[in-house]
């Protein structure tokens, strides 16, 4: 049964259930529920179609589409999520239906509403994003065991400013921290060999989804 959520509406770019692609859930079935909007222009970006248009929906109506799938894991990602003000209760909602609930967010905003049984996916950008600047910086004393550091690599520039990073914040102490390389501009096996190299306690990750259906929309 669906609980009520009062006139609570957002705008969502799409709903789909696909395998995840990133992360250490990566390979599990997940309801994806992909917001519309995002404050960065990282250069990048690949859900640059979520930055408008969508559709707007009573957050009772996101509940009966994400239930209609059975998941047991939810995703909630954009676009940046957290650039509408009712992503913080979508995300309670999700969790108090029983879900066991992911956020996805550029790291720009603050996390400190986010709903404590949420696991948090916090990008950090780096300088060959072009949104370095953007980085709330305060977000890392918010982080809990359960979540996740992002760091997507454009270059070697950016992964010897990751490594430095790692030490100067002590990172790896926090949470677990994902290596990503961007596809196209760092060859993935480069950024697997530095990282065996320096002896880095990161993950390694690439897109699953990706691998699996290139760059369909919806997957």
């Given at each position: 049964?669906?609980?009520?959520?009062?006139?609570?509406?957002?705008?969502?770019?799409?709903?789909?259930?696909?395998?995840?692609?990133?992360?250490?859930?990566a390979g599990l079935p997940t309801v994806f529920v992909r917001l519309t909007g995002c404050p960065l222009r990282c250069g990048y970006c690949d859900t640059d179609y979520a930055?408008?248009?969508?559709?707007?929906?009573?957050?009772?109506?996101?509940?009966?589409?994400?239930?209609?799938?059975?998941?047991?894991?939810?995703?909630?990602?954009?676009?940046?999520?957290?650039?509408?003000?009712?992503?913080?209760?979508?995300?309670?909602?999700?969790?108090?239906?029983?879900?066991?609930?992911?956020?996805?967010?550029?790291?720009?905003?603050?996390?400190?509403?986010?709903?404590?049984?949420?696991?948090?996916?916090l990008d950090i950008k780096t300088p060959g994003s072009g949104e370095v600047a953007s980085n709330h910086w305060d977000n890392l004393e918010l982080l809990k065991a359960g979540?996740?550091?992002?760091?997507?690599?454009?270059?070697?520039?950016?992964?010897?400013?990751?490594?430095?990073?790692?030490?100067?914040?002590?990172?790896?102490?926090?949470?677990?921290?994902?290596?990503?390389?961007?596809?196209?501009?760092?060859?993935?096996?480069?950024?697997?060999?530095?990282?065996?190299?320096?002896?880095?306690?990161?993950?390694?990750?690439?897109?699953?989804?990706?691998?699996?259906?290139?760059?369909?929309?919806?997957?």
């Open positions: 049964m669906i609980p009520a959520h009062g006139d609570l509406k957002l705008r969502v770019s799409e709903i789909f259930y696909s395998l995840q692609g990133e992360t250490s859930r930055f408008q248009g969508g559709e707007t929906l009573a957050l009772a109506e996101i509940l009966r589409r994400v239930g209609d799938y059975c998941p047991h894991y939810v995703t909630v990602t954009g676009g940046e999520p957290l650039a509408q003000k009712n992503c913080l209760p979508l995300l309670a909602a999700l969790c108090d239906a029983g879900f066991s609930v992911s956020l996805e967010t550029g790291g720009a905003l603050d996390i400190s509403g986010v709903d404590p049984r949420v696991s948090v996916i979540d996740e550091l992002k760091i997507v690599l454009c270059d070697e520039a950016d992964y010897r400013w990751a490594r430095a990073l790692l030490r100067e914040k002590g990172l790896t102490g926090r949470c677990p921290v994902l290596f990503s390389p961007v596809p196209g501009r760092l060859d993935p096996t480069a950024l697997a060999e530095w990282i065996l190299r320096d002896r880095l306690p990161v993950r390694f990750q690439m897109q699953l989804h990706k691998v699996l259906w290139s760059d369909a929309r919806g997957k």
